[in-house]
């Protein structure tokens, strides 16, 4: 069949072209959804874009679709190139990259349909989830057969993190999204309180974090042309990484009814989850030293670079926002949606970016369509991020601290409503970024001959 073509690199490719498409159509309803928090009445209520429906659409499609597709298509090039053994199988890694795809949209329609499961990040119904736990399934079986026929005897601790993320994630999302109770796709109460969290907070900890600090840790050294500074530290990270964030969940649910023993794990484990971070900071920062130029000359190196000071930054405010005293400021208003753009899109989204434009030259043997075309997106995508962070958190505390004020929701709406028409404004920056890329990375995947520019 021809779109299982067994062809060097095919899956990387269908993988990389996913993520710049999800990246368009994700951004584009987080832009619809912003514009309906500004003027709700303007797109006229149309049943499969209310709000309800398009923030789910948003969320799935940037998570799974654009930084999962780019993150997974990434390992899927790593992991033989670290073992020194090809690919087990592109038809199979094919397969994979369809059914993933398919899953995505049928999630992104059955959404605007109005079917949901309403947990964050576990909206998609069941039949979706099935589908993705397969899809996740042969990624690891494609990876798995490849390591088992491996040259290279020393396992680098990217191929620790992919595998890692890959049976967490498994895990995480099968009983995060109680798969074996179909009708709710949920259980009752506070414990499913806890479950949700125990899940949506492992899709960004436990899927997207080890993938694009595998990147992270294959890039840098590369383009930096210098051995990465510690072994021992890297492995450090990685353990004290899935010791500490498997169970911290519930800070998500500080001001929940839940147990609180379970509060104070969570809080303290937040405070704990400066170890792995700091390691991964400190590794990749010392293997750079002096050698920036190198990063910055290259535009792979540049968005990874960019992302693991978003991952301080988030890593910061993480558990800053953990200490309940801090949280009754910052908790259900806009403060959190700046830390989730930090994370998503800050550090692995623009990881996962950094990790696309460095190996797609590597897997098409010719350069990137055009360097210039990137470095624009990386602008675009920089200050939009920026100005996304600056002014979600300026609105949040507005919000938080009304609220303890004893303002109504109500009252403080309108406080914000610049601060909606300015995130609006930014967030074209990301869109226009993002079809930018869907351009570069079309044409670099298909363009013959050498490309405009050298990458
Ligand atoms: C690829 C880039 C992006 C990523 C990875 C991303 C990710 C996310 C995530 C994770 C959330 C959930 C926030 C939370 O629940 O705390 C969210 C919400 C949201 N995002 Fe994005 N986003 C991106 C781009 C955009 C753009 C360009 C816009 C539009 C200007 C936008 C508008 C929104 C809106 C309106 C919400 C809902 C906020 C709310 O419920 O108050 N996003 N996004
Ligand atoms: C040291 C690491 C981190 C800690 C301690 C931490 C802590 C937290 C806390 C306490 C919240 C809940 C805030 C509230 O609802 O009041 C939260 C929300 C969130 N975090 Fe983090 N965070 C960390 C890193 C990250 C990273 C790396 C990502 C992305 C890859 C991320 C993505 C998110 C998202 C998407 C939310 C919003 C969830 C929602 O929709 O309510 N966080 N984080």
Same mark, same amino acid.
């Given at each position: ?205 436990? =899927?997207?974090?080890?993938? !694009?600090?595998?990147?992270? %840790?294959?890039?840098? &050294?590369?383009?930096?042309?210098? *051995? +990465? /500074? @510690? ?115 800050? =550090?692995?989204?623009?990881? !996962?970016?950094?990790?696309? %434009?460095?190996?797609? &030259?590597?897997?098409?043997?010719? *350069? +990137? /369509? @055009? ?85």
């Amino acid at each position: 069949m021809e779109f299982l073509r067994d062809e060097p690199h095919g899956t990387v490719k269908a993988y990389y072209l996913s993520s710049a498409i999800w990246m368009v159509l994700g951004t584009l309803a987080g832009f619809t959804g912003a514009v309906e928090l500004i003027a709700p009445e303007l797109l006229g209520n149309i049943p499969w874009i209310v709000f309800g429906r398009i923030r789910p659409m948003h969320t799935n499609a940037v998570i799974f679709g654009f930084v999962g597709s780019a993150l997974i298509g990434s390992a899927h090039y790593i992991v033989p190139t670290m073992v020194r053994a090809p690919l087990y199988s592109e038809r199979l890694g094919k397969a994979t990259v369809w059914l993933w795809n398919f899953s995505v949209a049928a999630g992104t329609i059955t959404l605007s349909l109005g079917y949901s499961q309403n947990r964050e990040y576990a909206e998609w119904i069941w039949p979706i989830d099935v589908m993705i736990l397969a899809a996740l399934g042969m990624v690891f079986h494609n990876l798995l057969e490849t390591v088992r026929r491996r040259k290279e005897e020393l396992l680098y601790v990217s191929v620790w993190y992919v595998f890692g993320a890959l049976v967490f994630t498994f895990f995480i999302y099968f009983f995060g999204n109680a798969v074996w109770n179909p009708s709710t796709g949920s259980i009752t109460g506070i414990p499913d309180g806890i479950l949700a969290w125990f899940y949506g907070h492992g899709v960004v900890g436990l =899927f997207l974090t080890p993938l !694009a600090v595998a990147i992270a %840790y294959y890039v840098i &050294p590369i383009t930096c042309r210098a *051995p +990465l /500074y @510690s072994h021992t530290l890297s492995l450090l990270g990685f353990w004290s990484l899935l010791m500490i964030y498997t169970h911290i969940g519930t800070h998500h649910i500080l001001q929940a009814p839940t147990p609180t023993w379970l509060k104070v794990i969570a809080i303290t484990g937040s405070i704990a989850m400066l170890l792995p971070v700091a390691t991964v900071l400190i590794n990749l920062w010392l293997t750079m030293r002096e050698r920036l130029p190198y990063i910055l000359g290259d535009t792979g190196g540049k968005f990874v670079l960019a992302g693991t000071v978003w991952y301080l930054l988030t890593c910061l405010q993480g558990p800053l926002q953990s200490l309940p005293s801090v949280q009754k400021i910052t908790h259900f208003n806009n403060w959190v949606v700046a830390h989730a753009h930090m994370g998503v899109l800050g =550090f692995s989204g623009i990881i !996962a970016l950094g990790g696309m %434009y460095f190996i797609l &030259p590597r897997i098409t043997g010719r *350069p +990137l /369509y @055009s360097k210039f075309l990137a470095d624009i997106q990386y602008w675009l995508v920089l200050l939009g991020m920026s100005g996304f962070f600056a002014i979600l958190t300026a609105a949040g505390l507005i919000q938080g601290n009304g609220w303890l004020n004893g303002e109504t929701v109500y009252r403080v709406l309108p406080e914000i409503h610049v601060y909606m028409i300015l995130r609006l404004a930014v967030g074209t920056l990301i869109v226009s970024g993002a079809m930018i890329g869907l351009y570069n990375v079309y044409r670099s995947l298909y363009s013959s001959g050498t490309g405009r520019e050298t990458s």
